[in-house]
Structures are given as structure tokens and as C-alpha cells.
């Protein structure tokens, strides 16, 4: 550790009055790389151990980024504030080296191979480093090594993420280039907590201060703690602020805190496994123990009588070869279920087609297959209001299993066990097997040592008997299944296993393990087939309340390392302040306000967070004691519409109220509805609040279970208070303010990509980026006004909207989109072509253009087709899979896809299209042309435009067929001679 710097040799206040960095220059593609890097390390996420259910965290590395750069001044030199925040985020090439290093990205043959080192055996021996050679002089081979890899993406790829390396390390050559980069500033750091506090001191005169008003998972104030802010946060939601409180005392606290805390919670997972084991409930007569239950719902067929067990597959686990199988049991007229393993493919195959197939139930007997709607078995009905109703039976605060006549029954039809002999040891052995007698047994001791519990558990706080309040999400499992307590969303070993957790240990800790534990064990946590062994996924795999058909219970085994918060170390440098408070209540003070707000398409975390709230609400211990253990629905910020901006609106005011003058405020917002960029400048405006920048960081990453377009990027909006005083403006003379604000910023930002490309092959900033910056020019001329055209921009933001108007701020924000894409010329096309284009012409020559690069962000497609006016965008695209997006190709298209009635086909590119693949199929160049001649009205004028789009498009198309073919049909036009 560096002695702590003399502090006194600074100014106070000296940068009081400065812009920030994050105002002119931020590397996005690279921030975005790197949080995408970070989301795709699954667990390795500091913050997730505690609560992987709360999907909304945004990238520790993006808070970090958006800290430093509203710290940090430029100077009158953007390249070295560029280069040097590079350094502070461990992006430039000496960090990528060490990064790479820490993580042994290059083996020594694979060194080798890249690149010549004279006396090889000096430096190696047969397989692996020499043990006497040093770290620094293996760098010198690794920045050597990683000069050979083409692009940022590649050379970040291979490396350790900046939080996983030594921090020491990994930045010592960042501090004497930042001390001589601020030097007149009389900055003197040599670690992040050092310059954070300097800057801090120059800026306000103390320490700066983070706050968070929706903090959720809490990773914007565990990160800035992390630099060296103070920090305050608050949430309405008391599991959100479990989360955060866990973040800073149990990942960010003390080793020797952690230790105890690891010795406490041994103690519980200890005594629950004594009292499980003592009950005799989850071991078999042969001493081995169950690793996972498996349950299906049962209902029975009204025109058979049968009782049928329910579930979509009967594959268990499709890489052991383990399945169901359903044997008639004519006498009860029910299935009897046999578990096979070493299936056969054909039996597999079988096997994946279970009794649920869509919303039929199907089953066979003695070769016959009977198949029957699953909404006639449930009764469903219609309401004369148009809702709809079915007959389950409306559960009761005391059950806890269905009743005989109920229509759903639950069925044990499998049961995981680990062998008694690779008990304790490191790998299990395990196996699956059909429930014996002896099992059901136990399964029915379970179930009376519940029955004759339940109401004690429920007065003491330890099971739920709260009601399930009806909303978006929590409709669902009364609707599905009857149940209208949060307690009848576990079967009776989870009941029983979860109230021995919190009985034997009634502390903070371990009411935070029970977060991870309950989105592990529940009746909606889906058994999946595929993979080494199968296994059980989460609650919260989506962010919804998905009832099922069939699920899975976990033994202990499987929860131990949740109970013992087998979770990261990373310490903090500050502390915390947290409150419950809701936003607008705010009386807090910070310097710096970061927030991710709700917003349009927003999860209902007021809701399914419940699901948590209804076990931990009764009894908690200190400090969650003192929280309001509701989700408090009427005050939770949601939707959209007036109640969403009138609410948002006292948020940021209050935040505008509780900050200097000289501070700043940064919205994140991952936007799917493009109606929430007018509302978002109307909060602004009522706020008081003036937008000085935006940027573009893709955060999302895709899984099997977003399919369709969802947006993966969030927009960082940068805000400080709007000056005092009355400014009017009007809609004539703001129009061209605005283009001149978007003309300015983007020839800015271009300049800097210029320069910086030159010295290093790579832009620093893409389309994407550059289009956000132009929103953001607009944004910053209107927030900066007070009155629009004579009204009130408060009265204005807050007014009813109806449907279809046309805001002056939808125009604003329209013309900036487009002047920002105007300006975006593609290298390759002259200005004079693309200022003759259509709309969708340079909708599909820009995304052409962005695809030879390698983007295939679906979001990117998305915010370029609002830009250049295209309705239907979706017709000229190949893929639209998030992160597969592209456009079609030539040959995929149809001759519908070319008509005069879509937007493509009456254009000078979709009569191209049609010529290219003319010419594929063998016709003469010389006959498209004479077609296009008699066919084009405007053919004279247009050969021009063609020419040059077919030389982008030989030049650009992923399609060899289709550059050929660009290539002869340009140079026939190009040569035609007209007097022939």
C-alpha cells in the first residue's frame, strides 16, 4: 500500500467549475466489449453469488468507467485524455498484455509460434516457463505476442477481466503518465482511492459521493466504493437492499470479517444437516443420499378416467441415457413410472414427446393415443367482462398438498441419489431410480411432519402465510394452479428444509443465503435434460413466475455451498449508507448520481420479489429489521404513460435537489420502446436537468430463453442542473441550433476516430456511438430551454399525451437521428451518391457497411431503421436474432420482396438486386442493362448512383457470387456509351 498522499498541496474547488471527461470523450466499443465480457463470465461475477436472480445489475466494469470518467477534466488534448483513461481502465495494450498474462493466455509453444525468440532455451524449458524467468520479462513477449492480434476484441479476449488481476500490479504504469497528465493540478496518486479523493478535493472540496435511489443489485455503489467514493443508496424494494447490504458485507468486507462469517455459516448448514440426517428423511436404507427429487403434476382425463402424469419430456437425462417410462396399470387405471437408463436412441427419441404437448394433454393405452385439450381438463370458462375462470379449487392458507378431488394431484416419480460411498468426497457418484415404498414412505413423513408444523412455522416467521397479491406476474399461479398463497409455491421437503435454514440460523447472513436458496427450491424450478448429469435450473431463470408441469426439489447437498455464502472476496474502500427510502423522498446528498431506472418495458420486481418478501417479512434480524418489508406496489416507479413520467419526474428533482451545483447525474436506460427517449427529456426538463452527453454501451448478452428482438444496449445519458434563469426558445430557430449542436459533435467525434485510427488501426467510437452522440446534441440544446414555443417545458413534460401526436421533441430528437446518420457516410460511397439516396438505400448500404466489420447487433439495425425513416425494416433482414442480426442476401431474396408495393423494390438498389441476381443465373449483362434502360424512367440520372452503390457493394458483400457479379454489372453501366 502507498502512504496516503499529501492532499493539502491541492486546490480545493480548482475544477469546480470543469466539464468532465465523460462530456467529450469515452471509449464505448471498448466499454462495451469488456461489460460484455464480464456478463458472460457467469458466475465469476463479483455480485451475482449473492442473487443471480436479479438480472438488472449493470457491469461493475461500466460503473467504474462512468465514475472515473465524470472525475476526471480533459485538457486541450482529447488523444492523451483518451490514452491515459485507457490506462485507469486497463484497456490499452500494456494492460491487455498483463491481463493476458495473469490468465497464461500463450503457452510457450504457442509464444513460439507467433513470434521469433532468439535462445529459446534460455527462457523455456520442455513444456513451460524456466522457474527463474520473471513476470517482467515474460511481458516483453507478451506485448509482443499480442501485437500480432488484429483488433482490441481479440487481444481482450485472451486476458483476464481487470477486476481478476492484481490491482497493484496491473496498474503501476498508469500512475507516473497520470500525475505528469495532471500535473498543473498538483495530482500526485499512485492507487485508484488516492486520485479518487484528489479529485474529489479539486472538484467539491471532499471525498466525492455516489449515490444510487434505485440501487437494485447494488453494483453502482459497491463499484464506486471499490475507487474510493462514499457512497449512499436506496431502494423500495427490501430485497434489493438485502442484495446491496450484501454486497458491501459480505463480498466487500474485511478478510477477517469474511472468516468469520464463513465459520458462523458452517455452523448453520452443520446443524441443518444434523437435523435432516436425524429425521432420516433424505438418506435410503443403503446410506445413500438424495441429490434431487423429481415431481409431475397428475390430473385425470374426463373421457378415459385415467390418471395421467404430466410432463412435456420424459427424458431425464439425455447424456446418461436415463428416461421415464409410462406402464398402464389397468386395475388403477393410472401409470405406473419405470426410470430406465442406457436407453436406446430410438427409446430417447420416444421419450422426448412427454403427455404435454402444447395445451393437450396425451397419453397412450394398449396402442391407442388419446389426446385432450388441458384447458378442458382445468374448466376453463369465460366471464360475461371477458375474463376468463376455471374450476381448480381455490387453495387455503393451510394446505400445503392437493387435496383427493382436486383436478392437479402431485406425484415423487424420481428420485437423484449420490452413492453412499463418494459421499464427502470431491467427484459424486450418483444415479437415478423410481421411488421405492421405503421412499414414499419418507415422502409421507415429510409431509406429516409438516402438516403438524405449518401453523406454528407461519405464526414464528418461518414459512409464508402471505396471500399472493394479483398482478402482471403474480396472476399467474393463481390462475394456473389454484394456489393464493406464496407457501403453496413449495411442496412439503422444501417447506421443511427452508424453515430449518432460517430456524437455525436467525442472522443477516443467513436471511441473505436463503435468496440464493429460494430461487433454488421451489415447485417452479424446472428439471433440464440436457448436459453431463441433468440438474434443476433457477426460480428466476426468467424474470416471470412460470408455473410447470413437472419440477425438482434439491436435497441438501445441493444447497450447502448457498447456506455457507460460498461467494467472492472483494474488498471496498468505503462504506455505505442504506435506506429504503423511495426516490422522491430523497434527503441524502451526493455529488455524482448513477441510477438505472425503471422504465416502459421494465421487469416487476415489486412483484415477483414477493416471492422472497412472504419468508422473510415476520422476523428479520438487525439491521433488515428496520426496513418496510413490503413490496409497496403503489409506490414502486413502473410502465409508462403520465403515472410512470409524474413519478420519475420527483425522483430526479429530488436527486437535482440533493446535489451541488457543479454536480452531475448519469441515467442508464436499456431502451426497447423508442416513445421512452421523449418521455426521458420531458423528466429532464421538469427535473431541471440539462442532457451534456450520451453514449452507447452494449450490456445485454442473448440466451436461449430471449429469443425474438430484444435490444442489448444501454444508453448512458449524462445530465447537470440547467442554468438559472428563463430561456425561450422556439421551434424555427431551434431546428437549425440543433443541427448545428449534431453537426458539431459528430465532426468532433469523427476527428478524433481520425486521428486516433491513424496512430492505432482502430476507431474509438462506432456508427452506434456516433448516432447516440447526435441524439445527445440534440438533447443538450432543448434541456438547456425552460420555455418551448411559449410553454412551460413542466407543463409541457407532464401534459397527457394522445395518441399518434407528434411532440415538438419527437421532431427534435427525429432530425438529430437524422443529420447524425446523414453524416455517417460510408467510406466507400461518395458524399454526392449518399445524399441522393432513399431512406431504406442507405438504411441497407450503412448496415452493409457494418456488417464487413463484424456487428451483428440486432439493436444496431434497430436504431439505424428509426434514423433513416424505414417502416418495415424486418423485410429486408436475413437474421434477426440479437446477436446474429443481418441483412439478406442477395440470392434470399424473393421477386415479392421486389415489388413496387414494398419499400426496397420501386428503388434504383432494389432494381440492383434484381440485376445481380439476374446475372447469376447466367442472363447477359448487356440484356439487364437494356431492361433497366426501358424499364427506369430516370435511368440517365440514376446510372450514376448505380455505379457507385455497385462498387461499395463489390467491395462489401460477404458474398463472392454477389461481388462478381457487382463487379460486371458496374463496369458495363460505367462504360455504357449512350449513343449506341
Not at 479529485?199 to 463499484?223: K, N, W
Not at 376468463?388 to 400445503?400: A, I, S, V, Y
Not at 406464496?486 to 443467513?510: E, K, S, V
Not at 443481418?886 to 440492383?912: A, F, H, N, Q, W
Request: hydrophobic letters at 40%.
Amino acid at each position: 500500500m502507498h502512504a496516503k498522499t499529501n492532499t493539502a498541496a491541492l486546490t480545493p474547488l480548482a475544477l469546480k467549475d470543469a466539464p468532465a471527461l465523460i462530456e467529450t470523450v469515452f471509449p464505448a466499443q471498448k466499454v462495451s466489449f469488456e461489460a460484455q465480457k464480464e456478463r458472460m463470465s457467469g458466475r465469476a461475477q463479483t455480485l451475482t453469488g449473492l442473487g443471480s436472480f436479479w438480472k438488472g445489475r449493470k457491469p461493475l466494469i461500466l460503473v467504474r468507467a462512468i465514475v472515473l470518467a465524470s472525475l476526471l477534466p480533459p485538457t486541450e488534448n482529447p488523444e492523451a485524455d483518451l490514452a491515459l483513461f485507457e490506462k485507469l481502465m486497463a484497456f490499452d495494450d500494456e494492460s491487455l498484455a498483463r491481463r493476458a498474462l495473469a490468465a497464461n493466455a500463450f503457452s510457450v509453444a504457442k509464444l513460439q509460434e507467433l513470434i521469433p525468440i532468439p535462445e529459446p532455451e534460455r527462457y523455456f524449458g520442455a513444456r513451460s516457463w524456466r522457474r527463474d524467468i520473471t513476470d517482467d520479462e515474460k511481458l516483453v513477449f507478451y506485448r509482443q505476442a499480442l501485437a500480432t492480434l488484429a483488433s482490441y476484441e481479440a487481444k481482450a479476449s485472451i486476458g483476464k477481466r481487470p477486476e481478476e488481476v492484481d490491482e497493484e500490479w496491473l496498474y503501476a504504469p498508469a500512475w507516473s503518465e497520470l500525475n505528469r497528465h495532471y500535473a498543473h493540478l498538483g495530482i500526485n496518486a499512485h492507487s485508484f482511492s488516492e486520485l479518487v479523493e484528489q479529485l474529489g478535493i479539486l472538484r467539491y472540496g471532499r471525498r466525492p459521493r455516489v449515490g444510487d435511489t434505485f440501487s437494485g443489485g447494488g453494483s453502482i455503489p459497491f463499484e464506486a466504493a471499490r475507487l474510493g467514493c462514499d457512497t449512499y443508496a436506496s431502494d423500495l424494494n427490501p430485497i434489493a437492499c438485502m442484495l446491496t447490504w450484501g454486497a458491501f458485507n459480505v463480498i466487500g468486507t474485511s478478510a477477517e470479517n469474511r472468516s468469520y462469517i464463513n465459520e458462523q455459516q458452517t455452523k448453520v448448514a452443520q446443524a441443518v444437516d444434523t437435523e435432516i440426517t436425524e429425521l432420516g428423511i433424505e438418506h435410503d436404507e443403503h446410506g445413500n443420499r438424495a441429490k434431487a427429487y423429481l415431481y409431475c403434476l397428475e390430473a385425470r382425463c374426463p373421457e378415459t378416467g385415467w390418471l395421467v402424469p404430466m410432463a412435456p419430456s420424459w427424458i431425464i437425462s439425455r447424456f446418461k441415457g436415463v428416461i421415464a417410462v409410462l406402464v398402464p396399470n389397468h386395475k388403477e387405471r393410472r401409470f405406473d413410472i419405470k426410470i430406465r437408463s442406457n436407453a436406446s436412441a430410438e427409446e430417447i427419441e420416444t421419450a422426448e414427446s412427454g403427455t404435454v404437448q402444447g395445451e393437450s394433454l396425451v397419453y397412450t393405452i394398449d396402442g391407442k393415443v388419446y389426446r385432450t385439450s388441458i384447458r378442458t381438463i382445468r374448466g376453463d370458462y369465460r366471464l360475461a367482462a371477458g375474463e376468463t375462470g376455471n374450476k381448480l379449487r381455490p387453495w387455503r392458507k393451510e394446505d400445503f398438498i392437493p387435496k383427493e378431488d382436486d383436478i392437479y394431484q402431485e406425484r415423487l416419480y424420481c428420485i437423484h441419489w449420490i452413492t453412499k460411498e463418494s459421499l464427502n468426497k470431491p467427484r459424486l457418484n450418483t444415479f437415478f431410480a423410481a421411488p421405492t415404498d421405503e421412499d414414499f414412505k419418507r415422502e409421507q413423513r415429510v409431509e406429516k411432519i409438516v402438516a403438524e408444523n405449518l401453523k406454528k412455522w407461519q405464526e414464528l416467521g418461518l414459512t409464508p402465510d402471505m396471500l399472493i397479491e394479483a398482478g402482471y406476474n403474480t396472476t399467474q399461479p393463481i390462475r394456473e394452479r389454484g394456489w393464493t398463497h406464496w407457501h403453496h409455491l413449495f411442496n412439503a421437503r422444501q417447506i421443511q428444509m427452508l424453515q430449518c435454514i432460517l430456524r437455525h440460523g436467525h442472522t443477516t447472513n443467513t436471511w441473505l443465503s436463503s435468496l440464493g436458496i429460494l430461487n433454488l427450491q421451489s415447485k417452479l424450478c424446472a428439471w433440464h435434460n440436457d448436459g453431463r448429469k441433468g440438474g434443476l435450473q433457477n426460480v428466476f431463470s426468467s424474470q416471470a413466475l412460470n408455473t410447470l408441469y413437472n419440477w425438482g426439489s434439491r436435497g441438501l447437498v445441493d444447497l450447502i455451498d448457498y447456506i455457507q455464502l460460498d461467494t467472492k472476496l472483494s474488498p471496498v474502500r468505503q462504506s455505505l449508507n442504506l435506506t429504503t427510502t423511495p426516490a422522491e423522498s430523497l434527503t441524502e446528498n451526493s455529488d455524482l448520481w448513477i441510477t438505472d431506472p425503471p422504465y416502459a418495458d421494465a421487469v416487476n420486481y415489486h412483484e415477483i420479489t414477493e416471492f422472497f418478501i412472504a419468508w422473510l417479512r415476520k422476523n428479520p434480524p438487525e439491521p433488515f429489521d428496520k426496513w418496510v418489508w413490503d413490496s409497496r406496489r403503489a409506490l414502486a416507479i413502473k410502465g409508462s404513460g403520465e403515472e410512470f413520467r409524474h413519478s420519475m419526474v420527483a425522483a430526479y428533482k429530488a436527486m437535482a435537489n440533493h446535489m451541488p451545483d457543479n454536480g452531475m447525474q448519469c441515467v442508464m436506460f436499456t431502451h426497447q420502446n423508442t416513445g421512452v427517449w421523449s418521455d426521458l427529456i420531458g423528466i429532464f426538463w421538469a427535473a431541471g436537468l440539462q442532457v451534456v452527453a450520451a453514449w452507447y454501451i452494449a450490456t445485454e448478452t442473448t440466451s436461449e430463453l430471449k429469443k425474438g428482438g430484444y435490444v442489448q444496449g444501454t444508453v448512458i445519458l449524462m445530465l447537470k442542473k440547467r442554468p438559472a434563469g428563463e430561456r425561450t426558445g422556439f421551434k424555427q430557430r431551434l431546428l437549425p441550433a440543433v443541427r448545428q449542436e449534431v453537426v458539431r459533435q459528430i465532426e468532433s467525434m469523427l476527428h478524433l476516430n481520425d486521428t486516433v485510427k491513424a496512430h492505432h488501426g482502430e476507431p474509438v467510437f462506432n456508427d452506434s456511438d456516433l448516432q447516440m452522440a447526435g441524439y445527445a446534441a440534440a438533447l443538450k440544446v432543448l434541456t438547456a430551454y425552460t420555455h418551448i414555443g411559449g410553454e412551460d417545458v413542466t407543463t409541457f413534460a407532464l401534459r397527457p399525451r394522445t395518441r399518434g401526436e407528434v411532440t415538438v421533441v419527437d421532431e427534435m430528437v427525429q432530425q438529430a437521428a437524422e443529420t447524425a446518420s446523414n453524416l455517417l457516410v460510408p467510406e466507400a460511397l461518395s458524399t454526392d451518391t449518399w445524399a441522393k439516396l432513399t431512406g431504406i438505400e442507405r438504411f441497407m448500404l450503412r448496415m452493409l457497411d457494418m456488417e464487413t466489420t463484424g456487428a451483428a447487433k440486432l439493436d444496431n439495425y434497430q436504431n439505424f431503421a428509426k434514423a433513416f425513416h424505414v417502416e418495415d425494416y424486418a423485410r429486408v433482414m436475413g437474421d434477426m436474432r440479437p446477436n446474429h442480426a443481418r441483412l439478406k442476401r442477395v440470392s434470399e431474396y424473393s421477386s415479392r420482396d421486389l415489388t413496387d408495393s414494398t419499400e426496397i423494390g420501386p428503388t434504383r438498389l432494389g432494381r440492383l438486386i434484381i440485376a445481380l441476381q439476374q446475372l447469376s443465373k447466367d442472363t447477359e449483362p448487356q440484356v439487364i442493362v437494356d431492361q433497366m434502360r426501358n424499364e427506369m424512367t430516370d435511368f440517365l440520372e440514376a446510372r450514376s448512383v448505380m455505379v457507385d452503390m455497385l462498387a461499395f457493394i463489390e467491395q462489401k458483400s460477404l458474398d463472392s457470387e454477389t461481388r462478381s457479379a457487382a463487379e460486371v454489372l458496374g463496369a458495363r453501366l460505367k462504360n455504357l456509351r449512350f449513343g449506341e
